[in-house]
Nanobody
Framework: QVQLVESGGGLVRTGGSLRLSCAAS????????MGWFRQAPGKEREFVAA???????????DSVKGRFTISQDNQDNDKKMVYLQLISLKPEDTAVYYC???????????????????WGQGTQVTVSS
């Protein structure tokens, strides 16, 4: 059974930090690229960051470069932890943040949500001004 479970969201002030976690289990997660997306109220879901399964190459949206850092920890073939460190948070970062996984063995890092097969339930990040 595939599971993606996010945690670590919360309420912070502008300039604050958070660390989001995603516990991924089931079906060869060690060979899947992982991504973080976010969706603010009334807006479409948008790409935030992604990481490649084999060498941890990363890719970021321009809006978060230099402030967010994605990382991963492959625990075994079917379990992986993915993290998103958020610093220098702004009110416009307020959204529900989702963890997602692609099909196995992809080398291309994708930012389009339709490239991701599995999704978590999301964790709320709220940044107050």
């Amino acid at each position: 059974q595939v599971q993606l479970v996010e945690s670590g969201g919360g309420l912070v002030r502008t300039g604050g930090s958070l660390r989001l976690s995603c516990a991924a289990s089931g079906r060869t997660f060690s060979t899947r690229n992982m991504g973080w997306f976010r969706q603010a109220p009334g807006k479409e879901r948008e790409f935030v960051a992604a990481i490649r399964w084999n060498d941890s190459t990363t890719y970021y949206a321009d809006s978060v470069k230099g402030r967010f850092t994605i990382s991963q920890d492959n625990q075994d073939n079917d379990k992986k932890m993915v993290y998103l460190q958020l610093i220098s948070l702004k009110p416009e970062d307020t959204a529900v943040y989702y963890c997602a996984a692609t099909s196995p063995l992809w080398l291309a890092i994708k930012k389009e949500s339709y490239n991701y097969d599995y999704w978590g339930q999301g964790t709320q990040v709220t940044v107050s001004s």
